[in-house]
């Protein structure tokens, strides 16, 4: 498992300092999320394409995804997934991360009605999904979806990919959201299993005792209660030979530490679980 970072660490740094930075301080791979501090337009100009794709090269550094905001449940995200598609194969990345995306609740006491509107949603998603698939497979590139928002339990993003059983689709195991919603890594790896694409790691603690989620504060590898350690412990013995990704969101949330901080701090606990 080699270790990545996302440029989401980097809200105010050009995509050259940020990957200078990485490089210097010794990831593998950097995960585009940000590109001179902005998300990335998947429309971008072929000359901005390539000055991308010079500056991750000139640093050594593979881009090992794509980071979409698309949401399945959506309104019509395929064209723009195919546009990630391409952007990808432009960058020589073997994955783009979409999200699953909201699903709308039924009302209470409504348990029937719930469960049918449930199983139309994952269709839909499924659809979306399986639209994108010949070109993901033509471009080499992969369909990864996070663990996040409505679909942050793997035991609902499982049902979604047994939809969709094709090894161009996949899921990206955020490490805090799963555990946010009460799942262990045992758990994800027995829902997820062999469809891990990508593990992004993050740790966590509750910031107040309602343990909600705007009541979590990100914090320094180690230091909260995500079972990082445990999650990593579990990929390896399935002989997950992926990446392992740090996504230190300090877009979101502009209060936790540096990047200058952060960054290597995770990379130094991560070899001393013995991920290299």
């Not at 409505?150 to 161009?168: G, T």
Request: aromatic letters at 6%; charged letters at 25%; glycine letters at 8%.
């Amino acid at each position: 498992m080699r270790i990545a970072y996302s440029t989401l660490a980097f809200p105010d740094a050009s995509l050259a300092t940020a990957t200078a930075l990485g490089r210097r301080w010794g990831f593998d791979g950097v995960e585009l999320r940000l590109i001179d501090g902005e998300l990335i337009d998947p429309s971008m100009p072929a000359a901005d394409r390539a000055r991308v794709k010079r500056t991750v090269t000139g640093a050594g550094l593979p881009v090992v995804a794509v980071d979409s905001s698309v949401r399945l449940t959506g309104d019509d995200p395929v064209p723009e997934i195919l546009r990630f598609l391409q952007l990808a194969s432009d960058w020589e990345s073997p994955l783009v991360r979409v999200f699953g995306g909201e699903l709308q609740a039924a009302e209470p006491g409504q348990q029937a009605a719930r469960a049918v509107a449930l199983e139309a949603a994952l269709e839909a998603a499924a659809r979306v999904l399986e639209q994108c698939l010949p070109a993901a497979e033509r471009l080499g590139v992969a369909i990864g979806v996070e663990t996040h928002d409505a679909f942050s339990a793997s035991s609902l993003l499982a049902r979604l990919l047994a939809i969709v059983p094709s090894p161009w689709a996949g899921a990206v195991w955020d490490s805090h959201h799963p555990h946010r919603v009460g799942e262990r890594p045992d758990d994800v790896c027995r829902h997820l299993g062999d469809r891990v694409l990508l593990a992004q790691v993050k740790d966590a603690r509750r910031a107040d005792p309602s343990g909600q989620p705007d009541g979590w504060r990100l914090v320094l590898l180690g230091e909260g209660e995500v079972p990082v350690r445990e999650m990593l412990a579990l990929l390896a013995g399935r002989g997950y030979q992926g990446w392992v990704s740090v996504e230190w969101e300090k877009r979101w949330h502009p209060e936790i530490e540096e990047p200058e901080v952060a960054l290597p701090q995770h990379l130094e606990v991560l070899r001393e679980w013995g991920v290299e």
